[in-house]
Nanobody
């Protein structure tokens, strides 16, 4: 049974940084593309970024490009979302997602497995 568990969320002031982690179990992690999504109150789930199975390529939403990075440690079955220069509009529940397909996925429907989410709140 595949499980994804996010951690690292919290409250931070605008301009600050947070690093989210997502630990996977029950699956061969190196075969999964890993995505990050977020959902603010009253809004749909929004693509944040994705990293390939090998970790050598990433893609990000325009709203976070240049501020967020994604990395993965296949030996530790963990993917990370480093968030810098945070803005109040980054406030949301952040989810990691996984899928075995190759290539990038930019829509929630392209992911099979989901974590429970972690709250990120950025104060002005």
């Amino acid at each position: 049974q595949v499980q994804l568990v996010e951690s690292g969320g919290g409250l931070v002031q605008a301009g600050g940084s947070l690093r989210l982690s997502c630990a996977a179990s029950g699956v061969t992690f190196s075969r999964l593309r890993m995505g990050w999504f977020r959902q603010a109150p009253g809004k749909g789930r929004e693509f944040v970024g994705v990293i390939s199975q090998s970790g050598d390529t990433t893609s990000f939403a325009d709203s976070v490009k240049g501020r967020f990075t994604i990395s993965r440690d296949n030996a530790e079955n963990t993917v990370y979302l480093q968030m810098n220069s945070l803005k109040p509009e980054d406030t949301a529940v952040y989810y990691c997602a996984a899928d075995r397909n190759l290539g990038f996925g930019f829509r929630p429907s392209q992911y099979t497995y989901w974590g429970q989410g972690t709250q990120v709140t950025v104060s002005a």
